[in-house]
């Protein structure tokens, strides 16, 4: 029952889309009712209210981190995207900003601002994003089945050193994809300095090839000029209407070095993938040595960026899985991942753990033993922190959420065979895993498996005051663990 990102807007010509959201409009509810929604997290950063999806360009500029993010503003569905703003001197607790960026009527991003990137060129933050307009069907590059929108790459610079007034470009730096390839789409851009030059990845495919990213070079941000696809992926064989869901277009590349690998990830098939692989400077040609998924659950869209440490700080976008008619009826919808410190290891898989900053939110810690069988660690309110740390001859762990005695989320653990299995979904595990890292805040559950594998997960059935976690351990296991109340980030849920 997922809406996609780029489907909404595709149907909301139509008279059945529009009626949806002039619905989700009348039935929004107050305030008040949304700061009350026991279901709506406390401790991530999410909008005011309504609609929210992809991070975008992240920065820090003048002592403050910079979050953008893709925004309905007029209601609790997907569709009419503008950029949301936010601000933090700590990435945990964001103040709301004006809309940094809304469609222009008439121009080329009248049907929406999609997803981009933010730099500092010249001493002046700079945002490059993807603007959408109806087009005739020959010149558009959305391919879903519907064809009627045209993707075009648009820059933005900013005109105070708040970021709140942003001078748009009249005319799209990129206008149209390389003539040589039918893409099925032209998105989301990913930008980075080298020596000679600002370089441009974009992310598209094409149909029975697979997805890629298409490679740019600029000196000034305004005229680029086209290299090659820097990498192709392969279909996996589904035939679909939306190329997304068959591998045949990937969003959202996220390209950078770092721990002395090169990193692409892209999103596709409703998923995110890394790669680490090799670079070449010269042909710039990227090839992947290494693969893996970033998250196993509900996680979409991730953009990173160094903050002032030199940490490679990546935000995702945390989706929605119930239908559609609930969280149009709550007013809210979507909220962004806690903040992931990603890195390398020796054997060039990524690795993702919790930001530090995240323990700021901790309350007073409560310590004890995990023994054979099950034992319930109970839940006072839905904010919590749990880190479990096993011994090694511990085989099997299983973790449930419980709600009025009732299983409503379970994880299974096969430590042996370093597989895990969620909802449904098998996943494998870090070799020799002793940690199991969760973070509980209302509908949201991130856990951490190790530092290779993450699942983030939602749960709609958990209640304040009735909610147990129980944590299982086979006839050879034991360790510890250390559970915290989180301390919300806003007194009312806003995160104003």
Same mark, same amino acid.
């Given at each position: 029952?997922?809406?996609?990102?780029?489907?909404?807007?595709?149907?909301?010509?139509?008279?059945?889309?529009?009626?949806?959201?002039?619905?989700?409009?009348?039935?929004?509810?107050?305030?008040?009712?949304?700061?009350?929604?026991?279901?709506?997290?406390?401790?991530?950063?999410?909008?005011?209210?309504?609609?929210?999806?992809?991070?975008? /360009?992240?920065?820090? $500029?003048?002592?403050?981190?910079?979050?953008?993010?893709?925004?309905?503003?007029?209601?609790?569905?997907?569709?009419? *995207?503008?950029?949301?703003?936010?601000?933090?001197?700590?990435?945990?607790? %964001?103040?709301?900003?004006?809309?940094?960026?809304?469609?222009?009527?008439?121009?080329?991003?009248?049907?929406?601002?999609?997803?981009?990137?933010?730099?500092?060129?010249?001493?002046?933050?700079?945002?490059?994003?993807?603007?959408?307009?109806?087009?005739?069907?020959?010149?558009?590059?959305?391919?879903?089945?519907?064809?009627?929108?045209?993707?075009? @790459?648009?820059?933005?610079?900013?005109?105070?050193?708040?970021?709140?007034? $942003?001078?748009?470009?009249? @005319?799209?730096?990129?206008?149209?994809?390389?003539?040589?390839?039918?893409?099925?789409?032209?998105?989301?851009?990913?930008?980075?300095?080298?020596?000679?030059? %600002?370089?441009?990845?974009?992310?598209?495919?094409?149909?029975?090839?697979?997805?890629?990213? #298409?490679?740019?070079?600029?000196?000034?941000?305004?005229?680029?000029?086209?290299?090659?696809?820097?990498?192709?992926?392969?279909?996996?064989?589904?035939?679909?209407?939306?190329?997304?869901?068959?591998?045949?277009?990937?969003?959202?590349?996220?390209?950078?070095?770092?721990?002395?690998?090169?990193?692409?990830? =892209?999103?596709?098939?409703?998923?995110?993938?890394?790669?680490?692989?090799?670079?070449?400077?010269?042909?710039?040609?990227?090839?992947?040595?290494?693969?893996? !998924?970033?998250?196993?659950?509900?996680? =979409?869209?991730?953009?990173?960026?160094?903050?002032?440490?030199?940490?490679?700080?990546? %935000?995702?976008?945390? @989706?929605?899985?119930?239908?559609?008619?609930? =969280?149009?009826?709550?007013?809210?919808?979507?909220?962004?991942? #806690?903040?992931?410190?990603?890195?390398?290891?020796?054997? /060039?898989?990524?690795? *993702?753990?919790?930001?530090?900053?995240?323990?700021?939110?901790?309350?007073? &810690?409560?310590?004890?033993?995990?023994?054979? /069988?099950? @034992?319930?660690?109970? !839940?006072?309110?839905?904010?919590?922190?749990?880190?479990?740390?096993?011994?090694?001859?511990?085989?099997?762990?299983?973790?449930?959420?419980?709600?009025?005695?009732?299983?409503?989320?379970? *994880?299974?653990?096969?430590?042996?065979?370093?597989?895990?299995?969620?909802? /449904?979904?098998?996943?494998?595990?870090?070799?020799?895993?002793?940690?199991?890292?969760?973070?509980?805040?209302?509908?949201?559950?991130?856990?951490?498996?190790?530092?290779?594998?993450?699942?983030?997960?939602?749960? =709609?059935?958990?209640?304040?005051?009735?909610?147990?976690?129980?944590?299982?351990?086979?006839?050879?296991?034991?360790?510890?663990?250390?559970? %915290? &109340?989180?301390? &919300?980030?806003?007194?009312?849920?806003?995160?104003?």
């Amino acid at each position: 029952m997922r809406m996609k990102r780029r489907r909404f807007l595709s149907l909301l010509a139509s008279t059945t889309a529009a009626a949806s959201l002039r619905s989700a409009r009348a039935q929004s509810p107050s305030v008040a009712a949304i700061a009350s929604d026991p279901l709506r997290p406390a401790c991530h950063f999410l909008a005011p209210h309504n609609w929210m999806n992809d991070p975008n /360009g992240p920065i820090f $500029w003048k002592g403050n981190y910079h979050l953008f993010y893709q925004l309905n503003p007029r209601a609790a569905v997907w569709g009419d *995207m503008h950029w949301g703003h936010a601000i933090s001197a700590d990435m945990i607790h %964001w103040r709301h900003q004006p809309i940094a960026l809304a469609p222009t009527p008439g121009g080329p991003d009248s049907e929406g601002c999609f997803s981009g990137s933010a730099v500092v060129y010249n001493g002046v933050p700079t945002i490059l994003y993807t603007g959408v307009q109806n087009a005739p069907r020959d010149q558009a590059t959305i391919r879903d089945g519907n064809d009627k929108l045209r993707e075009t @790459q648009l820059l933005a610079t900013a005109g105070d050193d708040q970021l709140l007034h $942003w001078t748009k470009r009249a @005319q799209p730096v990129l206008a149209t994809p390389p003539p040589d390839i039918h893409v099925t789409g032209f998105r989301d851009p990913c930008l980075w300095q080298e020596s000679d030059g %600002w370089y441009l990845a974009i992310g598209s495919g094409q149909r029975g090839r697979g997805g890629c990213v #298409l490679l740019y070079r600029s000196q000034d941000l305004c005229h680029w000029d086209y290299f090659h696809p820097m990498c192709w992926g392969r279909p996996d064989g589904l035939v679909a209407a939306n190329p997304c869901d068959s591998g045949e277009m990937w969003e959202c590349p996220d390209f950078f070095l770092l721990d002395g690998h090169h990193c692409l990830l =892209y999103s596709t098939e409703n998923k995110v993938f890394w790669t680490t692989g090799d670079y070449d400077p010269h042909t710039h040609l990227y090839t992947p040595r290494r693969n893996g !998924i970033v998250d196993h659950g509900a996680f =979409y869209a991730p953009k990173s960026f160094l903050a002032p440490d030199g940490r490679r700080i990546q %935000w995702g976008w945390v @989706q929605e899985t119930r239908p559609q008619a609930e =969280y149009a009826a709550a007013g809210w919808a979507g909220c962004i991942a #806690l903040p992931r410190v990603l890195g390398v290891n020796a054997q /060039g898989e990524l690795t *993702m753990r919790p930001a530090r900053e995240a323990e700021s939110l901790r309350g007073q &810690p409560t310590h004890g033993t995990l023994k054979p /069988g099950a @034992q319930s660690l109970p !839940i006072a309110a839905l904010q919590q922190e749990l880190a479990l740390t096993l011994i090694p001859s511990t085989q099997s762990a299983t973790v449930r959420l419980l709600v009025a005695n009732q299983p409503t989320w379970e *994880m299974r653990l096969d430590l042996r065979a370093a597989t895990g299995q969620c909802n /449904g979904r098998t996943f494998p595990l870090p070799a020799h895993t002793a940690s199991v890292h969760l973070f509980l805040d209302g509908s949201v559950l991130e856990t951490f498996l190790g530092d290779t594998a993450v699942l983030t997960s939602r749960c =709609y059935a958990v209640r304040p005051g009735v909610t147990i976690l129980e944590v299982t351990l086979d006839a050879a296991g034991s360790g510890s663990f250390t559970q %915290w &109340p989180l301390k &919300p980030i806003s007194p009312d849920r806003l995160t104003t």
